[in-house]
């Protein structure tokens, strides 16, 4: 099992698209984030998730909240991702997927990694999970749970 609602993030530093540290320590306290973990750039599911973050950005920024997607591709595949799809947040690597297993986010189907997004408010607290290999919810749902939060 995942974190849950009312659970506190891990701190964690990893590497942005543009080999740039990002620490969430950083934003606790300050911003809700919204970190959604996905398997794997440039595959249909995953483009697709994406363009709807992108899609959705200015709605996010709008409620004071920082996107951030992770999966375990390089920093160099990120950037080329990013900048293929034009999307405007970070792209966090985690090569060894160690921010993975500290979220505990658990595979699909036993072989995929999984597709899970976290709501978090400026405290650091979950205050929402989704899990769902169904790309374009997370974001319908990320901004419900961010309107529902006091920001």
Do not use: W
Request: with cysteine; aromatic share 10%.
């Amino acid at each position: 099992m995942g974190l849950k609602v009312g659970d506190e993030i891990p701190d964690f530093t990893l590497p942005d698209q543009y080999g740039k540290v990002f620490s969430s320590a950083d934003l606790k306290g300050k911003k809700p984030m919204v970190i959604y973990f996905y398997p794997k750039d440039d595959t249909p599911g995953c483009t697709k998730e994406a363009c709807g973050f992108r899609d959705g950005y200015e709605q996010f920024q709008e409620l004071g909240a920082e996107v951030i997607g992770i999966s375990s591709d390089s920093s160099e595949k990120h950037r080329n991702f990013a900048e293929k799809h034009r999307l405007p947040f970070t792209l966090l690597a985690d090569t060894d997927k160690k921010v993975r297993k500290a979220f505990k986010v658990e595979k699909h189907l036993l072989i995929l990694p999984g597709r899970e997004t976290y709501v978090v408010d400026r405290k650091g607290k979950v205050a929402m999970v989704f899990n769902s290999m169904g790309a374009s919810r997370h974001i319908q749902e990320a901004l419900k749970a961010l309107k529902s939060i006091k920001l």
